[in-house]
């Protein structure tokens, strides 16, 4: 069965970035793009980007370009999203989710805090 | 494209049927339409993409239907694991955008 395996919670400092990876299992990798969608606690959902993993390609959402960095690594089915100068507005659980159109299958989450 | 949903909270019995709606600000081209479940502490779950066509797995008291700029979620006789907020979304252009939810409580 499909699944997303993502990287275990995070403490910032404002000002730090993070990286955050999802390991994939269960389908071929490069058939389908990785989202990140990210959501605060209690709040709705915010689409960061895609990547394509057979290429490397990736649509970043105009809000987080020159922040984000999506990468794969395709030796191990793992996705990466790299998230920089954090500011409390980045606190939030962020998933990755396969699909390419709509994500089909979402990870678990990760939580990024960012506090001093 | 910005997503507009109604109502934000829905108060139904089990067993009721609930209409969900979502609005965009322009037309959705190809119908690329999602509905996501999302139950406390979970990730979102897919029910309907292409704005009718159920994913798999989903029961078929979950339909979807509309086109252009009007969607609706009708779950035709509620459950209790049916209690949960439901989120529209755009696919068919970038960047990819999400309604606000609709919150559908146990009354």
């Known amino acids: 069965q499909v699944q997303l395996v993502q990287s275990g919670a995070e403490v910032k400092k404002p000002g730090a970035s993070v990286k955050v990876s999802c390991k994939a299992s269960?389908?071929?990798?490069?058939?389908?793009?990785i989202h990140w969608v990210r959501q605060a606690p209690g709040q709705g959902l915010e689409w960061l980007g895609w990547?394509?993993?057979?290429?490397?390609?990736?649509n970043y959402a105009q809000k987080f370009q020159g922040r984000v960095t999506m990468t794969r690594d395709t030796s191990i089915s793992t996705a990466y999203m790299e998230l920089t100068s954090l500011t409390s507005d980045d606190a939030a659980f962020y998933y990755c989710?396969?699909?390419?159109?709509?994500?089909?299958?979402w990870g678990l989450g990760t939580l990024v805090t960012v506090s001093s | 494209i910005v997503m507009t949903q109604s109502p934000g909270t829905l108060s139904l019995s089990p067993g009721e049927r609930a209409t969900l709606s979502c609005r965009a600000s322009?037309?959705?081209?190809?119908?690329?339409l999602a509905w996501y479940q999302q139950r406390p502490g979970l990730a979102p779950r897919l029910l309907i993409y292409?704005?009718?066509i159920r994913a798999t797995g989903i029961p078929d008291r979950f339909s979807g239907s509309g086109s252009g700029t009007d969607f609706t979620l009708t779950i035709s006789r509620l459950e209790p694991d049916d209690f949960a907020v439901y989120y529209c979304?755009?696919?068919?252009?970038?960047?990819?955008?999400f309604g606000g939810g609709t919150k559908v409580e146990i009354k």
């Open positions: 989710a396969k699909g390419t159109g709509t994500p089909d299958h």
């Open positions: 269960g389908y071929t990798f490069t058939d389908y793009y």
């Open positions: 990547i394509n993993p057979k290429n490397g390609g990736t």
């Open positions: 322009q037309s959705v081209s190809s119908n690329y």
């Open positions: 292409g704005a009718s």
């Open positions: 979304q755009q696919y068919g252009r970038s960047p990819l955008t």
